[in-house]
């Protein structure tokens, strides 16, 4: 059964870089007809698409973001990351990663795995 | 894409039948459109893609219709479990977007 988990610093200083990593297990993420994403949800509020990447690298950032985001894939650990620069406290939430398939994986996709879900503070 | 979800909280029995709306701003390309469930504390579960297929393991109570602009999420009968928030996500054009969410409360 395919499960994620993301790792990384759960406090982050304002304007300081969010660095988050997503482990695939029970699948590999060089598995054709996938794609793997970030979503963010605020303390108490909605879920928010941050991008997409995947297995040969192609990438997609939210234009609300993409200045800021860049990602990566990792095949010989089989894991994705993120990483968010010049931070401030509007980036607080909880961080998922998430596979994407259906027919329009290249593109997103919908959402058929989560990860649990990591909590990202930014404060000084 | 806009997704405007409504109610923003509906109050219903078990037992009841829930109707959960999801209207896009414009059209969504192919009906791509999901359905998610998510309870306090928890990831999102994915309930429906393709605006009416049943994702893998939820109950045949779930079901999702729609195509263009409105689209409609319906829980025949509702268990003490299906008390959640329910996000409509649409993956036809970029970038996703996701609705605001529906809060499903115990009456």
């Known amino acids: 059964q395919l499960q994620l988990q993301e790792s990384g610093s759960g406090l982050v200083k304002p304007s300081q870089t969010l660095s988050l990593t997503c482990a695939v297990s029970?699948?590999?993420?060089?598995?054709?007809?996938?794609?793997w994403s970030w979503i963010r949800q605020p303390p108490g509020k909605g879920l928010e698409y941050i991008g997409f990447?995947?297995?040969?690298?192609?990438?997609y950032y939210n234009p609300s973001l993409k200045s800021r985001v860049t990602m990566s894939v990792d095949r010989s650990k089989n894991q994705f990351s993120l990483k968010l620069t010049s931070v401030t406290a509007a980036d607080t939430a909880v961080y998922y990663c998430?596979?994407?398939?259906?027919?329009?994986?290249?593109?997103?996709?919908?959402?058929?795995?989560w990860g649990p879900g990591t909590l990202v503070t930014v404060s000084s | 894409i806009v997704l405007t979800q409504s109610p923003g909280t509906l109050s219903l029995s078990p037992g009841e039948r829930a109707t959960l709306s999801c209207r896009a701003g414009?059209?969504?390309?192919?009906?791509?459109l999901a359905w998610y469930q998510q309870e306090p504390g928890q990831a999102p579960r994915l309930l429906i893609y393709?605006?009416?297929t049943r994702a893998t393991g939820i109950p045949d109570r779930f079901s999702g219709s729609g195509s263009g602009t409105d689209f409609t999420l319906t829980i025949s009968r509702l268990e003490p479990e299906d008390f959640a928030v329910y996000y409509c996500?649409?993956?036809?054009?970029?970038?996703?977007?996701f609705g605001q969410g529906t809060r499903l409360d115990i009456k």
């Open positions: 393709d605006s009416s």
């Open positions: 414009q059209s969504v390309s192919s009906s791509f």
């Open positions: 029970g699948g590999s993420i060089s598995s054709g007809g996938y794609s």
């Open positions: 998430v596979r994407g398939g259906g027919s329009s994986w290249y593109r997103g996709g919908f959402f058929d795995h």
């Open positions: 996500q649409q993956y036809g054009s970029l970038p996703i977007t």
């Open positions: 990447i995947y297995d040969i690298g192609s990438t």
